[in-house]
């Protein structure tokens, strides 16, 4: 992508140039030794850090492996920073008004899901104020001149110990367990995408042996789940706007068997879509 930032306000695009800024800062590197590191010139990182400029895919894979974070988070905002930053957000058209969602039923085990929702609104809220503060200090620390070497850079710190592990991770969080740690997770398959343009990926970790769905391009309304045969059901709806703006992802499952793992989409308005994991 080139040019100068879109007229029309882009969140998405000020929340991706904020996270990427966030990984800079981790890497400890410099725009020069970005530059030397990469196929991108220097000027061509301060834009994309600064938000001037749309990152290409690329940027954002080759910046989440100099930091040692999972790209799948990242590469889902960053879909949803292309689709602002090309317009097409103004053209879709507006979801139909949703049906009444029941509360949950106890019987069956079914939570309702403002809980989830309200717990994910929460941690993304905390993400957020982390992500700014990475971000003053790194403009702060980008006025100066930068030196290279080992001395002038953080080395990352040991990631503690996961908090739950296979069928104990079950209907837990898999960023407050400490399950989303870099380099020990994967995607099971290729993202999946639904007829409404909404796409679903399952991530497993493999030092916790859970799983999860993360889904993006959500409209309120709209669910997923993660199952396996004879074993939990996990969801999460899509409850407003807020919701819809970020990735999702569902609470764990015990992943120490993928035989048979199981998403589905169930959009707002229309059919149920449902794929099977292969890998």
């Known amino acids: 992508m080139t040019g100068t930032a879109p007229p029309a306000a882009t969140p998405a695009c000020t929340r991706l140039a904020k996270a990427l800024q966030d990984l800079k800062s981790r890497t400890g590197l410099s725009l020069t030794a970005l530059a030397g590191r990469t196929a991108y ?94 971000a003053a200090t790194w403009l702060t620390a980008s006025r100066g001149t930068h030196t290279e070497g080992a001395a002038g850079r953080t080395a990352p710190s040991a990631a503690p110990a996961p908090g739950c592990r296979a069928e104990k991770c079950t209907d837990e969080d898999p960023e407050t367990m400490g399950c989303a740690v870099p380099g020990q997770t994967r995607r099971v398959d290729p993202p999946y995408r639904t007829r409404t343009g909404a796409r679903l990926v399952v991530v497993l970790s493999t030092r916790c042996h ?70």
């Open 41 to 134: 010139s220097k000027s061509s990182w301060a834009r994309y850090l600064n938000g001037s400029q749309l990152a290409p895919r690329e940027v954002v894979e080759a910046l989440c492996a100099l930091a040692g974070q999972p790209p799948e988070r990242l590469l889902a905002l960053w879909e949803l920073a292309e689709v602002e930053w090309s317009g097409r957000h103004r053209t879709s058209a507006a979801p139909s008004p949703l049906p009444a969602r029941p509360a949950g039923d106890a019987a069956t085990g079914d939570r309702p899901a403002h809980r989830w929702n309200t717990r994910r609104r929460r941690a993304l809220a905390a993400a957020a104020c982390a992500v700014t503060l990475a």
């Open 210 to 279: 859970a799983a999860w769905a993360l889904g993006w391009n959500t409209r309120p309304g709209d669910a997923f789940e993660l199952s396996v045969p004879g074993g939990a059901v996990e969801r999460v709806e899509v409850a407003d706007a807020l919701d819809a703006e970020d990735p999702l992802f569902t609470p764990m499952i015990d992943a120490g068997d993928l035989s048979g793992l199981r998403t589905c989409f169930i959009p707002a308005v229309g059919r149920q879509e449902c794929v099977t994991a292969q890998g």
